[in-house]
T-cell receptor, first 111, second 115 residues
Framework: DAGVTQSPTHLIKTRGQQVTLRCSPKSGHDTVSWYQQALGQGPQFIFQYYEEEERQRGNFPDRFSGHQFPNYSSELNVNALLLGDSALYLC??????????FGSGTRLTVV | GQQLNQSPQSMFIQEGEDVSMNCTSSSIFNTWLWYKQDPGEGPVLLIALYKAGELTSNGRLTAQFGITRKDSFLNISASIPSDVGIYFCAGQPPAGGTSYGKLTFGQGTILTVHP
């Protein structure tokens, strides 16, 4: 049973560019959350998707947007990249009150 | 962004020693979770706590959900080298609130175990 799958694993982008990160949830999970983890910090909640709609959002600017597809997979889009957007981006999936399962993340470096 | 107060920030211990770390919050949580994260990986769930006062074990790990619902601790007994990693606490607010579904994480405890 595959867990949460994220792609790509690593990415280097230039300031001002746009990036799309992808996540496939664990089988049976219908809710996807995205987190940003800066070096040496705990993950910070970006937003959560359920039934193809954004259900919750953290304190992130509108440059961060997302989408959930009918098969429950999800994308995180970041526009106008800043150096400070460099981080590990984690996707977590869940179903009901089950604990969240995290993927291995996408390491984004903005230069 | 908001984070829980997790302590200690780092620990250096000898193999075989016991370890204790804790998290406190100014907000009430309905669920406390403890995760371990290895380099280059995502957090892996160790223990989930769903009820105030609950004490739960997973092998050598024991965690408790504080009575006030604003704190939790994790103990690791008889540490071994593979316990090395970063441990995070995370809290989930009550259902029905505006933040339900959002996990708030502590800053992590870096554990080093010397053989």
């Amino acid at each position: 049973d595959a867990g949460v799958t994220q792609s790509p694993t690593h990415l280097i982008k230039t300031r001002g560019q746009q990036v799309t990160l992808r996540c496939s949830p664990k089988s049976g999970h219908d809710t996807v959350s995205w987190y940003q983890q800066a070096l040496g910090q705990g993950p910070q909640f970006i937003f959560q998707y359920y039934e193809e709609e954004e259900r919750q959002r953290g304190n992130f600017p509108d440059r961060f947007s997302g989408h959930q597809f009918p098969n429950y997979s999800s994308e995180l889009n970041v526009n106008a990249l800043l150096l400070g957007d460099s981080a590990l981006y984690l996707c977590a999936s869940s179903w009901g009150t089950d604990g969240y399962t995290f993927g291995s993340g996408t390491r984004l470096t903005v230069v | 962004g908001q984070q829980l107060n997790q302590s200690p920030q780092s620990m250096f211990i000898q193999e075989g020693e016991d370890v204790s770390m804790n998290c406190t919050s100014s907000s009430i949580f309905n669920t406390w979770l403890w995760y371990k994260q290895d380099p280059g990986e995502g957090p892996v769930l160790l223990i989930a706590l769903y009820k105030a006062g609950e004490l739960t074990s997973n092998g050598r790990l024991t965690a408790q959900f504080g009575i006030t619902r604003k704190d939790s601790f994790l103990n690791i007994s008889a540490s071994i080298p593979s316990d090395v990693g970063i441990y995070f606490c995370a809290g989930q607010p009550p259902a029905g609130g505006t933040s339900y579904g959002k996990l708030t994480f502590g800053q992590g405890t870096i554990l080093t175990v010397h053989p």
